[in-house]
């Protein structure tokens, strides 16, 4: 067929057609506008701003690279506040999979009541985390409940948890993960589900019981599960801000300031856009780098049906 019949062809679209397209184009227009408005235009506008000085008022000034030379290394908050969010990652993830799983493998099981369990465990996600936020606050303070139990059944003082330079990250670490166990129990709840019930028969037949049949047939059976729940955690955990700003202020001194929160101060605080916005690209750099290479790892451990 010659370009001619084909360009001829594509122009002979019929009434209906085009109205298809006009609808389409109707209905994914507000959705598009706000993608353009509220993504699209505030990442184009961090980008400029992160190679000026861009103070909230005042004139604003090229600088090239000068805001990632001088968080890399000038700013004395900025590796603190980096090794924060490391922290309260590496103590997270963890613990968010290890006890989203165990509450699935759990309520996969046949117990009386398990919707019940699945919903109670599941209402922290919905919760606002403010106000999960600001009930742990109160939990956690010297007159909350927790001390005022731990004094009258066990004559203990519980230590000021928020305060406290060794206990602030750890409460901020057990807070997130009671708040956010339930998504990722969930996701492996419908993964188990899918397992066949003769690949664990078989495989019981076989001798496989207890922990050699969870690591041997059922982890194998859920990794795709397992890998995005793992992707998505660290991505949160790295973005992390609400706790910390509500538990702890970033205190005592800057032991819990994490990325996000050094980001914050720096632009609405400090005034200094410009630098916020370089820190904000440090850490979309980091989070795609990490992301990159948990996709290149999947292949070692991730087993897709086929």
Do not use: C
């Not at 397209?21 to 507000?30: D, E, K, L, M, V």
């Not at 968080?71 to 997270?92: E, I, M, T």
């Not at 194998?220 to 397992?226: G, Q, T």
Request: no cysteine; proline share 6%.
């Amino acid at each position: 067929m010659s370009v001619a019949a084909t360009a001829r062809r594509r122009k002979r679209v019929n009434p209906l057609q085009r109205a298809e397209r006009r609808q389409a184009i109707g209905f994914i227009s507000p959705a598009l506008l706000g993608l353009a408005v509220f993504t699209v235009l505030p990442v184009g506008l961090a980008i400029v701003m992160s190679v000026y000085d861009w103070p909230i008022f005042g004139e604003r000034e090229f600088i090239g690279l000068g805001n990632y030379a001088e968080l890399l290394s000038k700013s004395p908050d900025f590796w603190p506040s980096l090794r924060n969010s490391f922290l309260f990652a590496l103590g997270y993830v963890p613990l968010n999979l290890v006890i989203s799983l165990g509450l699935a493998l759990m309520l996969s099981a046949r117990i009386r009541g398990r919707a019940i369990f699945r919903v109670l465990f599941f209402i922290p996600v919905v919760t606002p985390m403010v106000a999960n936020a600001m009930v742990w606050r109160l939990m956690l303070q010297p007159a909350g409940p927790l001390n005022g139990i731990s004094e009258a059944m066990f004559g203990i003082t519980l230590p000021n948890f928020l305060v406290d330079k060794n206990w602030a990250m750890i409460s901020i670490i057990v807070m997130s993960v009671w708040a956010g166990m339930g998504y990722n129990m969930l996701i492996f709840t419908a993964a188990l589900e899918q397992v066949p019930a003769s690949v664990i028969e078989a495989a019981e037949l076989d001798g496989a019981h207890g922990f050699t049949m969870l690591w041997r047939i059922v982890l194998p059976m859920i990794s795709p599960s397992v890998f995005f729940a793992s992707v998505m955690t660290i991505i949160s955990a790295l973005q992390v801000f609400t706790q910390p700003q509500l538990l702890t202020n970033g205190g005592p001194g800057t032991s819990t300031v994490p990325l996000v929160m050094f980001i914050y101060n720096t632009g609405f605080k400090f005034h200094d856009l410009g630098l916020a916005a370089a820190a904000a690209w440090l850490l979309f750099a980091i989070i795609i780098s990490l992301t990159a290479v948990q996709f290149r790892a999947q292949s070692r451990w991730v087993h897709y049906e086929h």
